[in-house]
């Protein structure tokens, strides 16, 4: 059974710094692109960051470039989300997502499936 | 900032249909496979439909989906009260270089 699971979430003060992680099993991580989303309260969601199989290639929605770093290690089936200088918009529940296509044409074909969530709060 | 638009709320009775549109551009469903996710209340998203109209094993075939130029069409048939919930498409966007969701649309069971 494929299984993501999110950790890493937390309170955390405007300007301040934190790193979710995204422990994968079930499939053969190397394999699939990865994505985090993030979905603010009451509102819809947002692809905030995406990995190639690889690595090689990452990508970032407008809002978070130059704050968040994406990554992964292979060795540890292990998604990350390096985030810093945090905003109070910020504030969200953040999704680790696989790709359903294995090294498909696209970076991302569709999601499935998603981890749990994370709840990330900026607040002073 | 979503490209894609949905109507935010559709409603039917029970045993009914209800259809949901995501409308867009030529940089993503014009050349991209559009999705449908389903996200109960206080749950994680889940896939619905992949490459504009096929099921995830375990979909019932009460739903489904359909593509007509720029704009996609997720429906569902025999509606009942655990679909209630909130339906999003997406689809890869090649001028933001990111994946985009709809709007979101509620679905309301009367």
């Known amino acids: 059974e494929v299984q993501l699971v999110e950790s890493g979430g937390g309170l955390v003060q405007p300007g301040g710094s934190l790193r979710l992680s995204c422990a994968a099993s079930?499939?053969?991580?190397?394999?699939?692109?990865m994505s985090w989303v993030r979905q603010a309260p009451g509102k819809g969601l947002e692809c905030v960051s995406t990995i190639s199989a690889s690595g090689d290639s990452t990508y970032y929605t407008d809002s978070v470039k130059g704050r968040f770093t994406i990554s992964r290690d292979s060795s540890k089936n292990t998604l990350y989300l390096q985030m810093k200088s945090l905003r109070a918009d910020d504030t969200a529940i953040y999704y680790c997502?696989?790709?359903?296509?294995?090294?498909?044409?696209?970076?991302?074909?569709?999601?499935?499936?998603w981890g749990q969530g994370t709840l990330v709060t900026v607040s002073s | 900032q979503s490209v894609l638009t949905q109507p935010p709320s559709v409603s039917a009775a029970p045993g009914q249909k209800v259809t949901i549109s995501c409308s867009a551009s030529s940089s993503n469903i014009g050349n991209y496979y559009v999705s449908w996710y389903q996200q109960l209340p206080g749950t994680a998203p889940k896939l619905l439909i992949y490459d504009y109209s096929k099921r995830p094993s375990g979909i019932p075939d009460r739903f489904s989906g359909s593509k007509s130029g720029t704009s996609a069409t997720l429906g569902i048939t025999g509606l009942q009260t655990g679909d209630e919930a909130d339906y999003y498409c997406?689809?890869?966007?090649?001028?933001?270089?990111?994946?985009?969701f709809g709007t979101g649309t509620k679905v309301t069971v009367l």
């Open positions: 079930g499939f053969t991580f190397s394999t699939y692109a």
């Open positions: 997406g689809t890869w966007d090649s001028r933001q270089s990111t994946y985009v």
């Open positions: 997502a696989k790709d359903g296509s294995p090294a498909a044409a696209n970076p991302i074909s569709w999601f499935d499936p």
